[in-house]
Nanobody, 127 residues
């Protein structure tokens, strides 16, 4: 299974933007599903967004709808999470993960088995 490498995190002021990248390295399946998750200090990990290259389905948590956009670049085997209008409550470590089996639909993201995880990238939204 491909190794996942996140990048793009950092410190940003409220209202600012960041773009996270999740690069799949090694053997990449023809179809894939990548989920983005975040974990804030003292809180449980939550699913933020999901993209499936198999059926084109996407998922967004209610807290990020209208502000975050997920997209896939098959040529680069990379999934991006464009985050705009960032809020302090968006602070946390962001992880990407790939589904088992590859290409699972994001329609029922809670039913997807995300078996391979990246190392995470820190996002801090603060003035």
């Amino acid at each position: 299974q491909a190794q996942l490498v996140e990048s793009g995190g950092g410190l940003v002021q409220p209202g600012g933007s960041l773009r996270l990248s999740c690069a799949q390295q090694g053997f990449v399946q023809a179809y894939y599903t990548i989920g983005w998750f975040r974990q804030a200090p003292g809180k449980e990990r939550e699913a933020v967004s999901c993209f499936s290259s198999s059926d084109g389905s996407t998922y967004y948590a209610d807290s990020v709808k209208g502000r975050f956009t997920i997209s896939g670049d098959n040529a680069r085997n990379t999934v991006y999470l464009q985050m705009t209008s960032l809020k302090p409550e968006d602070t946390g470590v962001y992880y990407c993960a790939s589904s088992i089996p590859p290409g699972s639909s994001c329609i029922d993201v809670n039913g997807v088995d995300f078996g391979s995880w990246g190392q995470g990238t820190q996002v801090t939204v603060s003035s």
